[in-house]
């Protein structure tokens, strides 16, 4: 039976890397009536329709979800948990949803399963569905549907490398340790070359900075790249990042395309930087140049949001 009113789809309860809240506005473009509720706002990626602005102590925690709940309940066809979180708590939270007959979605995007048990990842199996970001963390969830982040891309116009003699090369590390940062210092220092490591402003002045580089560095542990690294292919930049060969190879095979991300370690970065720094502004925007039709191909919010559909669609009633 076709749908009289638009599919009523809430994003919760994080609004982690701006993720949730593009997926949210490219769902509305659709025509679906979505929206993100948060527990509260994060001081880079403040977004969301509603906060529930939780405070300490845990009575009083518990009381502002519980609160939220039950007046999504009644509007809310499909719950799009994000992180592996949950409105209340998981051993509530699915049985209540599976009472009203509403649908569920867990979407982990990345450090919420990174090296974790399947213990310790079972609660999200009783979602109606799970999502991880990338094959690489398909491992972790073999079961789950792979949907990249999507960014909007009709914001962020690619801005190739200039005609300089040296580059300006930027690292954004939400965490210096889990990046790599000191190496990222190491390497930029040895080879003399103008290090910007942006860190604690907001996503706007973040953007500003990436656009005035020429090179970015994502991180040299995790075996996979994150939204730093999306917006660096979207400005058209050259990106470098520590990939697993077989995660990269089965991301060719699903997308048809080359990855064009430059592939580093801690030991190889100084060689591969130095490499790309002495081959010029032409090497840097051929490689860009393949970095924002990699992003239009993989990770235009637009398509991520008709994978949405399509999943949210055949989720069991």
Not at 173 to 189: L, N
């Amino acid at each position: 039976m076709p749908r009289t009113r638009p599919l009523r789809v809430v994003h919760c309860p994080v609004n982690t890397a701006g993720v949730p809240w593009a997926n949210v506005q490219a769902l509305r473009r659709r025509g679906i009536d979505a929206s993100l509720v948060v527990f509260n706002r994060y001081e880079l990626h403040p977004e969301a329709d509603r906060s529930l602005d939780l405070g300490n102590g845990f009575v009083r925690r518990q009381a502002a979800q519980w609160r939220a709940l039950a007046s999504l309940l009644p509007r809310t066809d499909v719950f799009h948990f994000m992180f592996g979180l949950t409105v209340v708590p998981q051993s509530l939270q699915y049985p209540i949803l599976r009472a009203f007959r509403k649908r569920s979605v867990m979407h982990y995007l990345g450090s919420d399963i990174r090296g974790k048990t399947p213990e310790q990842l079972a609660a999200g199996k009783k979602a109606g569905a799970e999502i991880v970001g990338s094959w690489d963390a398909i491992r972790w969830v073999p079961e789950a549907t792979v949907i990249p982040p999507g960014i909007d891309l009709s914001t962020i116009a690619p801005v190739p490398p200039r005609d300089r003699k040296r580059p300006v090369v930027v690292h954004a590390p939400s965490s210096r340790r889990r990046k790599g940062t000191e190496h990222v210092v190491a390497a930029c220092e040895a080879l003399g070359l103008d290090l910007r490591i942006v860190e604690g402003v907001p996503h706007d002045e973040a953007l500003a900075l990436y656009r005035e580089a020429d090179i970015v560095i994502d991180q040299l542990n995790a075996g996979w790249y994150g939204v730093l690294a999306i917006e660096g292919l979207a400005l058209g930049k050259p990106v470098l990042t520590y990939l697993f060969d077989d995660a990269r190879a089965r991301t060719e095979e699903a997308y048809g395309t080359e990855v064009p991300l430059v592939g580093v370690t801690a030991d190889t970065l100084q060689e591969r930087l130095g490499e790309l720094a002495d081959a010029g502004p032409a090497e840097w925007r051929r490689i860009g140049e393949a970095s924002r039709a990699y992003v239009e191909r993989v990770h235009d919010v637009e398509h991520v949001a008709d994978s949405l559909i399509e999943l949210y669609e055949g989720l069991e009633r």
